[in-house]
């Protein structure tokens, strides 16, 4: 089973800046927590991971409080295209990702 | 730096037949994994491979599903003989490292069962 929980479906507007928030109430002190976005008839796709405080890259950003039992994707002026599911995933006790259902981000013009 | 490529794309089959999905993954992962999603649901993972080698076969219902690669690079996913709840889209994944959090991935085979 997951060990994540996160919103089942979001909408936002082209422009908006969106911020999905996962919770992992009991991640444990060496897992990472890393985000996965997927197109419909896609597989996934990597998007970020990160351990703790704030990691940026070109696509999003993500921001890790000190407990580390939350973290939110941060995808700034969203556009159409950005229309897909979110998976956040941490690793189970075989250090196997485990996808839950994910959060769905519609983009509306 | 070619993606992964997996065929077929789509399949229909009756119940009570066998399929076989190929993966090719990108050059130089020694890990490679398969995936089942069910629609509205995320991918569960069925079986990884370091190399040749399987390391994780615990959710690959046995009686049905088997899956090799022989060679350390391609692998085949079959399913013999299908059930309906078979339909789903089957997704090949690989990696550079063991148990690596960034895995990629194929577009998937949509098998459905009639």
């Known amino acids: 089973l997951a060990k994540t929980t996160q919103p089942i479906s979001m909408d936002s507007y082209e422009g908006q800046e969106v911020n999905i928030t996962c919770s992992h109430n009991n991640i444990a002190t060496n897992d990472y927590i890393t985000w996965y976005q997927q197109f419909p008839s896609q597989g996934p796709r990597f998007i970020i991971q990160g351990y703790k405080t704030k990691v940026t890259n070109e696509v999003a950003s993500l921001f890790i409080p000190a407990d580390r039992k939350s973290s939110t994707l941060s995808l700034p002026r969203v556009s159409l295209s950005d229309t897909a599911v979110y998976y956040c995933?941490?690793?189970?006790?075989?250090?196997?990702?485990?996808f839950g259902t994910g959060t769905r981000l519609q983009v509306f013009p | 730096e070619a993606g992964v490529a997996q065929s077929p794309r789509y399949k229909i089959i009756e119940k009570r037949q066998s399929v076989a999905f190929w993966c090719n993954p990108i050059s130089g992962h020694a890990t490679l994994y398969w995936y089942q999603q069910i629609l509205g649901q995320g991918p569960k993972l069925l079986i990884q491979?370091?190399?040749?080698?399987?390391?994780?076969d615990s959710q690959l219902p046995k009686d049905r599903f088997s899956a090799e690669r022989l060679k350390g690079v391609d692998s085949t996913l079959k399913i013999q003989p299908a059930k309906l709840e078979d339909s789903a889209v089957y997704l090949c994944?690989?990696?550079?490292?063991?148990?690596?959090?960034?895995?990629?991935f194929g577009p998937g085979t949509r098998l459905t069962v009639t």
């Open positions: 995933l941490t690793p189970n006790n075989t250090d196997k990702l485990i």
């Open positions: 994944a690989s990696s550079r490292y063991l148990d690596s959090y960034e895995q990629y």
């Open positions: 491979f370091q190399n040749n080698g399987v390391v994780d």
